[in-house]
């Protein structure tokens, strides 16, 4: 049929009792393709099903009591100490990581604190320093024009 996918044959749902879109799901490469998926996940989780039942048999059948106990036929045998002390020295190396991110963090934090500070002081003292030259401005513009005025006056009686 002309817009159809290329290897996937389609007929009118009146000839087969399907409708186009049951005919893709059951016919072409694409479908194939999906029913293998679908059959080895299936497998994996069936397989895991099954080893997961093998072992709990197998320790609930030993006659050991706790599921923490070695047997001494055991042949899922006691990590050896080397093991447990590489995991211990990685979760003291992880315990000190933490740490070292924690006071960087911290002092990162401070030193923005303090520079915020000094940027708060930097501009309140610009600030006090401003106020103070427009009000010496001021005086100095005001002095200025009482000179002036006074002059003016002094000039104006001696015409």
């Known amino acids: 049929m002309p817009g159809s996918p290329q290897g996937v044959r389609t007929t009118p749902a009146g000839s087969s009792g399907f409708g186009t879109s049951d005919n893709d799901r059951l016919t072409g490469p694409q479908g194939r393709e999906v029913t293998m998926r679908k059959l080895l996940i299936g497998l994996l989780i069936l397989g895991g099903v099954i080893a997961a039942i093998t072992v709990i048999k197998r320790r609930s059948s030993s006659g050991?009591?706790?599921w923490d106990s070695f047997g001494a036929d055991d042949p899922y045998g006691?990590?050896?100490k080397a093991t447990m002390r590489a995991t211990d020295?990685?979760?003291?190396?992880?315990?000190k990581a933490t740490d070292a991110a924690k006071d960087a963090a911290t002092t990162a934090t401070k030193a923005v604190?303090?520079?915020?500070?000094?940027?708060?002081?930097?501009?309140?003292?610009?600030?006090?320093?401003s106020?103070?030259?427009?009000?010496?401005?001021?005086?100095?513009a005001t002095d200025a024009a009482k000179?002036?005025?006074?002059?003016?006056?002094?000039?104006?009686?001696?015409?």
């Open 64 to 66: 050991v009591d706790e």
């Open 78 to 80: 006691q990590a050896s």
């Open 89 to 95: 020295a990685a979760k003291d190396a992880a315990a």
């Open 113 to 129: 604190k303090n520079a915020a500070a000094k940027a708060t002081d930097a501009a309140k003292d610009a600030a006090t320093t």
């Open 131 to 140: 106020t103070k030259a427009a009000k010496d401005a001021a005086v100095k």
């Open 147 to 159: 000179d002036a005025a006074t002059k003016a006056n002094e000039a104006a009686e001696d015409a």
